[in-house]
């Protein structure tokens, strides 16, 4: 059974830091393809920063890049988003995901750690 848990969440101020973690275990977490989707209140689901299976290759949404980095260590089973330089726009429920070949949908997803900026 696919499992996703996501942790390190919190409130942070403005132009603040924080790393989300995202534990995987049920399926060979080296051989899927990962992201991190948030879900801002009242709005629907913004994917954030994607990486591939190997970790070669990385994408984001252009309102963080710069500022969040997507990793992973397949030797730990474990995602990463260092999140640098957060906006109150940024406050968020953060949800990292997966899926079992790039022709399916996204279907596996965490319970989703909040995020909120503020002073």
């Known amino acids: 059974e696919v499992q996703l848990v996501e942790s390190g969440g919190g409130l942070v101020q403005p132009g603040g830091s924080l790393r989300l973690s995202c534990a995987a275990s049920g399926f060979t977490f080296s051989s899927y393809d990962m992201r991190w989707v948030r879900q801002a209140p009242g709005k629907g689901l913004e994917w954030v920063s994607a990486i591939t299976s190997g970790g070669g290759s990385t994408r984001d949404v252009d309102s963080v890049k710069g500022r969040f980095t997507i990793s992973r260590d397949n030797a730990k089973n474990t995602l990463y988003l260092q999140m640098n330089n957060l906006k109150p726009e940024d406050t968020a429920v953060y949800y990292c995901?997966?899926?079992?070949?790039?022709?399916?949908?996204?279907?596996?997803w965490g319970q989703g750690t909040q995020v909120t900026v503020s002073s």
């Open positions: 995901a997966t899926r079992d070949s790039p022709y399916d949908e996204w279907a596996y």
